[in-house]
């Protein structure tokens, strides 16, 4: 008998060798005293970072290009292979041309190049990253959306000045600190309750997403809430489907703006009508283990533009969700199981 599935594979965005130990952001002699030999991860107002045309690596910048010491602004990322390293706002310098490359979804999209870089976003270009350049883009980004979000004191309105060397920020009023917050989601891949790992799983569609594009469901924990809790009732809200057998596959960070993946599996009943909600879930269906291998081989390289993939339940095709999502680890990791 076949073995439950697991992942099997580490989530793209949860790949990290940075050492981003606390007690280093409270050393302002010991950061100091190592930035001129730091490196710097440049973010521009899009969220987008430089990466050698080809290259699975940021490219980074030295740190006393941009001063002594670091800038007020400069944000302390982690040390790996005894170098710190930072991230701070950047722009695209010099004329830059348009390539087109594949982005989220598979979907080929536009990004600048200059100077042999392209400046890509990490939702499109996370997954073609090692393992270090995915884990300091990842926390950059988080830094950043918590960066333009916490000017002002949630207490009494207060603006508030970065400390820590950007992993708090301290009330000018009152001098209370407050730190970068994470907002947990479930995930859940759900399939039949055929054999072990079931012939078919669950899929939808959000009604402001274009045609063909399909993932599993998810959605945030709410107060008071347990995780497992959070499941069932997602699930229930969004399809109308009760499930069972909840269990837990591995999280990945979604610093879009602030989130926490945390993925799971459930069994559900395929012969239960699916009522999708309302304004939220435009179509709701099952697809077969056959279909969706279909169209891992047909979309399994991320530089080939999408293909067609027929669906036997009734769907003109299949776009999977992106390569740097769990949403995609998850159905690879079912896909590849057996029943």
Known sequence: MPGRFTLGALPTLSRSTVDRQETLRTDPARLIGKWPEARVV??????????????????????????????????????????????????????????????SWGVVEEVPRVDGEIWVELRGYGDQLDDTSAGLFTTAQALRHWRRRARFCTRDG????????????????????????????????????????????????????????????????????????????????????????????????????????????????????????????????WVSRADVRAAFRNRGTPTREPIPTPIADGAARLLLPGNSSIARVMLKAWAEAEE
Request: proline share 7%; aromatic share 8%; glycine share 10%.
């Open 158 to 285: 207060s603006p508030t000045e970065l400390v820590q060397f950007g992993w708090a920020s301290r009330c000018a009023a009152k001098g209370h600190e407050e730190y970068p917050r994470t907002d947990p989601a479930v995930i859940c891949l759900v399939h039949d309750t055929d054999g072990v790992n079931g012939s078919h799983v669950l899929l939808a569609r959000q009604s402001i997403w274009p045609a063909d594009r399909y993932s599993v469901l998810a959605g945030f924990v709410e107060a008071g809430e347990s995780l497992e809790g959070c499941v069932a009732r997602e699930i229930r809200e969004e399809v109308g489907v009760e499930v069972s057998d909840v269990r837990y596959l591995g999280s990945q960070p979604w610093p879009f703006p602030r989130s926490i993946m945390l993925g799971f599996t459930a069994r559900a009943d395929r012969s239960a009508p699916l009522i999708p909600a309302e304004g939220e879930i435009e179509e709701a269906l």
């Open 42 to 103: 440049l973010l521009d107002d899009n969220g987008r970072t430089p990466v050698a045309e080809g290259g699975s690596a940021l490219a980074t910048r030295k740190a006393v290009d941009f001063g002594g010491e670091p800038p007020a602004d400069a944000v302390f990322l982690g040390e790996w292979e005894d170098v710190d390293y930072w991230s701070l706002p950047g722009r695209i310098e010099g004329d830059a041309e348009t390539v087109r490359m594949a982005g």
